[in-house]
């Protein structure tokens, strides 16, 4: 079975202040991590995400996200927060190997950047 | 027109009404999900539509099917629903190298909110 956890339900960060959100994960396989976000009356928008290669995620908007293949772990990370930032990111895993190609998305974490 | 288009984009509804909601993509996907989204829940996968293969959560009321009429649309039919499915309906499409790919990132839609009575 797979599924993922987002531990915070709100992170709150000051403008240019660099940002994490936090994403694990549980597989059987090798996963497949995705992060999105979602502005407020808006669908999902894809972000990023980890197949195979590189450790370290580029993605859009500035973004970039870490496999952590020890640590079962994803988490999204930007440098320096922007106000328009703000919105709310869903973390989300797929093990194709495990039997199950379809999503499973995490609660969703809300991303507060002040002013 | 490019992307994932869904119409209605607000839909009131009494419960003994019935309904459809429509999901057009543009993007050339083999699969199409419908999604459930309500305050305060984790986003629900409700049916998977993907490369001829259909995916069903067996907790979606049977007030709820799905059509799938070809690669490019997908319906979602209510009838008799309940005040409890308010939400927003939300719908994707993704490219799929196989049935069991996975690589896919989900392309949604603005989604549908709907408002039962």
């Known amino acids: 079975a797979q599924s993922v956890a987002q531990p915070e339900d709100q992170v709150n960060v000051a403008e240019g202040n660099p940002l994490t959100v936090k994403c694990t994960y549980s597989?059987?396989?090798?996963?497949?991590l995705f992060w999105y976000v979602q502005y407020p009356n808006r669908g999902l928008q894809f972000l990023l995400k980890?197949?195979?290669?590189?450790?370290l995620v580029k993605g859009s908007y500035g973004f970039e996200a870490e496999f952590n293949k020890s640590q079962t772990s994803f988490h999204l990370k930007k440098p320096s927060a922007l106000v328009s930032d703000s919105a709310l990111y869903f973390c989300a895993v797929r093990d194709p190997s495990g039997g199950s190609y379809i999503p499973t998305f995490g609660r969703g974490t809300s991303l507060i950047v002040h002013p | 027109e490019t992307g994932v288009t869904q119409t209605p984009r607000h839909l009131v509804m009494g419960m003994t009404n019935k309904k459809s909601l429509k999901c057009e993509q543009h993007?050339?996907?083999?699969?199409m999900y419908w999604y459930k989204q309500s305050a305060k829940k984790p986003l629900e996968l409700m049916f998977v539509?993907?490369?001829?293969?259909?995916?069903e959560n067996n907790s979606v009321p049977s007030r709820f099917s799905p059509e799938c009429p070809n690669s490019s649309h997908l319906f979602l039919h209510l009838h008799t629903l309940q005040p409890e499915d308010s939400a927003l309906y939300l719908c994707?499409?993704?490219?799929?190298?196989?049935?069991?790919?996975?690589?896919?990132?989900?392309?949604f839609g603005e989604g549908s909110r709907l408002t039962v009575l």
């Open positions: 539509y993907s490369l001829e293969e259909r995916v």
């Open positions: 993007l050339g996907h083999n699969a």
């Open positions: 980890y197949i195979t290669g590189d450790n």
């Open positions: 994707a499409s993704s490219q799929e190298q196989s049935p069991t790919s996975g690589a896919g990132e989900l392309f």
């Open positions: 597989v059987s396989g090798n996963p497949y």
